[in-house]
Each structure stands twice: as C-alpha cells, then as structure tokens.
C-alpha cells in the first residue's frame, strides 16, 4: 500500500506560481515511478507530468510544457510539481499518483494510488 498527500494548492493570479508538493509513505518510494492528474469542474481527469523512478525520465501533456515541471526527492518520499506562468485555464484539482511500475507514463490506469487532490485555482 501507499498513502499519498498533497499539498501546496491554492488561488494565485495569472502568471504567477505555485509549487505542489505530494508525500509519499508504504512502499519505497524510489521503486516507482509518479505522475499528476489534475481535474476541471465539468470535465474528466487528464495527464500533467510522470516521471520515472530514477527521476531520469519526465513526461509532460502540451498544454503544460514549458511552465510546469515535475521532480522527486526519494530521499525524502516526495513529489513536486513547480508550476510558473500560470493560466486560468490551470485551475483544477491536482492529483498525485504512484505506478506499479518504473517508467514513465500518461496513462491513467497504469497508476495504482491516488491522493485525495489538491485544489489550484488560478483568476484571471
């Protein structure tokens, strides 16, 4: 089992930044790879960011390339995401998530556990 919790949400105008943070505890967190998900009122959760187990290998969805950046600290179990030049199209509930598996990925159902989502709301 993992337990994930994130933190870090909250409202920011346009073009500011926000950094999330996601703590991990269960398994060796250096085991697994890890992505964000996030979710808009009214539509279906989608990609942000993977990143392998290494933390060698990022992926990002396009929408978001260039202003948010994933990385790990396995010394301390934790997931980050820096988020700059925000939009208000940003605003969602972001999700941490921890694989079965070592390598990156975009798809949702390749990640086993869920954090309960972190609210950013970026005003335009």
């Known amino acids: 089992q993992v337990q994930l919790v994130e933190s870090g949400g909250g409202l920011v105008q346009a073009g500011g930044s926000l950094r999330l943070s996601c703590a991990a505890s269960?398994?060796?967190?250096?085991?697994?790879?890890m992505g964000w998900f996030r979710q808009a009122p009214g539509k279906e959760r989608e990609f942000v960011a993977s990143?392998?187990?290494?933390?060698?290998?990022?992926i990002y969805a396009d929408s978001v390339k260039g202003r948010l950046t994933i990385s790990r600290e396995n010394a301390w179990n934790t997931l980050y995401l820096q988020m700059n030049s925000l939009k208000p199209e940003d605003t969602a509930v972001y999700y941490c998530?921890?694989?079965?598996?070592?390598?990156?990925?975009?798809?949702?159902?390749?990640?086993?556990?869920w954090g309960q989502g972190t609210q950013v709301t970026v005003s335009s």
């Open positions: 998530a921890a694989s079965g598996v070592r390598w990156i990925s975009s798809d949702s159902t390749s990640y086993k556990y």
């Open positions: 990143i392998s187990a290494s933390g060698g290998s990022t």
């Open positions: 269960g398994r060796t967190f250096s085991s697994y790879a």
